[in-house]
């Protein structure tokens, strides 16, 4: 979505505030979330894969490789690597980023908005590992464990992976009632963040530490963050009786800030959110 179209949308929502009836204020609590735009980083890949490999084939010229056997392992290096980029060239770019929260809105009836509502949710791999649990599904901790024996090499491969993001919203509203449904538009600022925190443990011979240490710094594992603060305009619709409704909310965001790692993932302009709303 262009900036022009976000825009448009947050004038047309500013002319519908001033036109509305105002409503009570009330709380909510369910999903939330924002996108991720990972086109940047899918660019990124094969640069830190070629980077990964050329430690990696250093390394084997070092050791006396012979540069037949070289030539081999970069022919069988770059047919997966095309296929690799194939599957980015068809994987979506704009990702949802659930979250866990919550807004609890203050009624304000002045004469163009009806409220102020703020609003937040949050996510962890922790989190996560535990609703797993709950489900009765495990997931490995850590995600990779591989023992390595070939012959005189022998180590060993651990990685893991940790992860959190949180947004918070502040937002003015103003309501149109139905009865037993609503429609509800609202003005305002958002903070989002994430983070993703891969670990990598190799342990093999201490001649191969140089080489291991180098392909896992070329892949610039510390480079996965994100943040964004913006405006964003917001329409949702809620249906049921005011003291249980079910509401779902299509954000539209415009960013003012943004800054990101080195993979250089960045924040959609579009979010939303789903749950349950208690009015009164």
């Known amino acids: 979505m262009t900036r022009r ?45 070629e980077g990964a490999f050329d430690v990696l084939d250093g390394a084997f010229a070092d050791f006396g490789l012979p540069p037949g056997e070289r030539a081999e392992v970069r022919e069988q290096f770059d047919d997966a690597l095309d296929e690799l980029n194939d599957a980015l060239d068809d994987a979506p770019t704009v990702v949802p980023v ?40 495990s997931i490995p901790e850590p ?8 012959g005189d090499f022998v180590g060993s491969l651990e990685a893991d992976v940790s992860f959190a993001s949180w947004m918070a919203r502040t937002e003015v509203t103003k309501r ?7 429609l509800d538009l609202a003005l305002g600022v958002h903070l989002a963040r ?21 392909v896992v710094g070329a892949l610039h594992l510390d480079g996965l963050t994100w943040s964004t603060f913006g405006v964003h305009a917001s329409v949702g619709i809620e249906v049921g009786p005011p003291f249980l409704r079910i509401g779902a909310t299509a954000h539209f965001i415009l ?9 250089g993932i960045g924040v959609g302009g579009i979010g939303g959110s789903l749950g349950m709303v208690i009015r009164f």
């Open 98 to 137: 659930p979250l866990l929260g919550g807004a609890v809105e203050i009624s304000l009836p002045l004469l163009v908005i009806d409220g102020v509502r703020v609003a937040g949710g949050f996510l962890t791999d922790g989190f996560v590992r535990g609703i797993a649990e709950l489900a009765g599904v």
């Open 194 to 214: 994430g983070e993703i925190t891969p670990s990598v443990t190799v342990d093999v011979p201490p001649e191969y530490d140089a080489a291991a240490a180098g």
């Open 5 to 49: 179209a976000v825009g448009a949308g947050i004038v047309c929502c500013a002319i519908l505030l001033a036109v509305l009836p105002a409503c009570a204020g009330g709380f909510s609590f369910g999903l939330l979330g924002y996108t991720v735009d990972l086109a940047d980083a899918y660019a990124n890949v094969p640069i830190a894969v």
């Open 176 to 182: 149109f009632e139905l009865l037993v449904a609503a």
């Open 143 to 150: 995600i990779v464990d591989v023992e390595i024996d070939a």
């Open 255 to 263: 960013p003012i800030t943004a800054a990101s790692g080195w993979w």
